[in-house]
């Protein structure tokens, strides 16, 4: 069965460039969440969707950052503009009626660096 | 303080040994918890669930005290392939319903 899928798997651009990670959830699952992770903070939830629609956006960390997800299959992450301390590794995942033990499914990761 | 504090690690043992890790949560209102498991530059997976009876799963056993707000995690006869990051999860409720809170990890290395 196809996990969820996260592309590109590695990102490098220069400073000022706009960024866009995707994401395909596991077919069927209502929840999806952008997280990223860092050495020095640890893995954080950044947003998070039920139904396409954005719950919580508490954690993006500031007006560059933003997420859409347009259908049920699709989300998408963009930074712009970026700055070195955007590097990290974003991680997307999903989880099927979020509510009691249902495990959340994280997708390989992009990792990125910006120069 | 932060919402999940765990072990600072890493802890380093030989094939065979029994480690624990522990964990405290700072919100009285979480719900749920989780023990996933991260090998090096791979993504966090789901190791077990840990409930209130506490919980085991084969060489793995989990506890959980409410009154304490305390967690943990128990691995017996470790093998070299228990080496990996162990993140102690907390699923809150209230507002942000579910909202997942990851620890920082503590890293597990089994040797030979």
């Known amino acids: 069965d196809a996990g969820v899928i996260q592309s590109p798997r590695h990102e490098v651009t220069e400073m000022g460039q706009e960024v866009t990670l995707r994401c395909k959830p596991i077919s069927g699952h209502d929840y999806l969440f952008w997280y990223r992770q860092t050495m020095m903070r640890g893995l954080e939830l950044l947003i998070y969707f039920n139904n396409n629609v954005p719950i919580d956006d508490s954690g993006m960390p500031e007006d560059r950052f933003s997420a859409k997800m347009p259908n049920a299959s699709f989300s998408t992450l963009k930074i712009q503009p970026s700055e070195p301390r955007d590097s990290a590794v974003y991680f997307c995942?999903?989880?099927?009626?979020?509510?009691?033990?249902?495990?959340?499914?994280f997708g390989d990761g992009t990792r990125l660096s910006i120069l | 303080r932060k919402e999940v504090e765990q072990d600072p690690g890493p802890f380093n043992v030989p094939e065979g040994a029994t480690v624990a890790f522990n964990c405290t949560y700072s919100n009285s209102a979480s719900q749920s918890f989780f023990w996933y498991r991260q090998d090096c530059r791979k993504e966090p997976k789901l190791l077990m669930s840990v409930y209130s009876s506490g919980n085991e799963d084969g060489r793995f056993t989990a506890q959980l005290n409410r009154a304490s707000q305390y967690i943990s995690l128990l691995i017996r006869d470790s093998k070299l392939s228990d080496s990996a990051t162990y993140l102690c999860v907390v699923k809150s409720s209230g507002t942000s319903y579910g909202k997942l809170t990851f620890g920082q990890g503590t890293i597990l290395t089994v040797h030979p």
């Open positions: 995942a999903s989880s099927l009626t979020y509510r009691g033990n249902q495990p959340q499914h």
